[in-house]
């Protein structure tokens, strides 16, 4: 499993863990049924302490996203997508209203935000149709 840990963003380190296995659960990067790394594996592939992976793999465990295999380890849940999906809709929603705000408090017009935003959404569509040729 590919995770990237940024120690200087700002969010804990076990928070960054949580939503980027949420994320991977939402876009089907990892599937029902399919197991995790070991609390020592990802651990070690990372290089953080164990202490902060077994505290994501609870939190994802109490959310319902991870189950435990009894003998083997912890693997998706069979319905994790749907409620990864609403959490990751719920943070870019959390994301945007903020943008929003600060476009609205800075002094731009409705109408301007909304043409920025579709200008936008259309390049990032334009640039991720490219890539995926």
Sequence with gaps: MFLSIDPH???????????QVKFAVASEALRPGELVPSVRELARELAINPNTVARAYRQLQDEAVLQAVRG????????ARSQCRN???????????????????????ADEVRKLVEKELQTLERELKREAV
């Design 9 to 19: 963003n700002g969010l804990a380190i076990y928070e960054q863990i949580v939503r």
């Design 72 to 79: 083997t380890g912890l693997e998706v849940a069979v319905n």
């Design 87 to 109: 959490d990751r809709r719920d943070l870019v929603r959390v994301r945007l209203r903020n943008v929003l705000h600060e476009a609205m408090t800075s002094g731009l017009e």
